[in-house]
Every structure is written in C-alpha cells, then in structure tokens.
C-alpha cells in the first residue's frame, strides 16, 4: 500500500493486493492474476471509492500524465472530484 496523494479533501492510496511479502519464499499454488487498484477517499464527504480493472487502467494513465506534466493541486483535486461521484462506501476505522 502507497499513499499517492493527500490534501484536505481527497486521500488517494495505491493497494497491490498481490505484491509479494518480503520474506515469503511460498510457492504460488498455480498462476496468480495481478489485482491491483486504486482507493480514492473524498474526505469532504467521508466516502471512498476503490477502482480495479479497466477503471485502476484508466487512472494509472493520468498518474502517468501527472509525473509528466507537474500538475497544480487544483487540476489534481479537479480530477479526482470526476471520481468522488462514485464513491459510495462509507470509510471505516478499523
């Protein structure tokens, strides 16, 4: 897990579900397909999104243009609020 980003109003966090732990040495029980994606929490409404597949494809595309382009925290946070309208799980503290 990577905290990619945090402001006052959005947290955005890269989850590898499938990265391997350092120190394990066990042997997969057949081939593993990579699940990893993307949790994107509107801290303004306390509600959090978790893109995988195609929609964590799409967003590693824009992080890419990010690191290419340098962006200012309003046109992050402009595109992030594109994908707060999607977020409808409450966050929870575990």
Do not use: C
């Not at 509600?47 to 799409?58: I, P, R, T």
């Not at 340098?70 to 992050?76: G, L």
């Amino acid at each position: 897990m990577h905290m990619l980003y945090d402001s006052d109003a959005f947290a955005v966090v890269h989850i590898l579900a499938n990265a391997p732990v350092e120190g394990d040495n066990a042997v997969a029980d057949g081939p593993q397909i990579p699940r990893h994606g993307f949790e994107i929490v509107d801290k303004r409404s306390g509600k959090e999104v978790y893109l995988d597949g195609s929609w964590a494809e799409m967003f590693q595309v824009q992080i890419n243009a990010w690191q290419q382009s340098t962006p200012s925290q309003e046109e992050v946070e402009d595109t992030l609020e594109g994908y707060a309208f999607l977020a409808q799980m409450p966050v929870v503290m575990h």
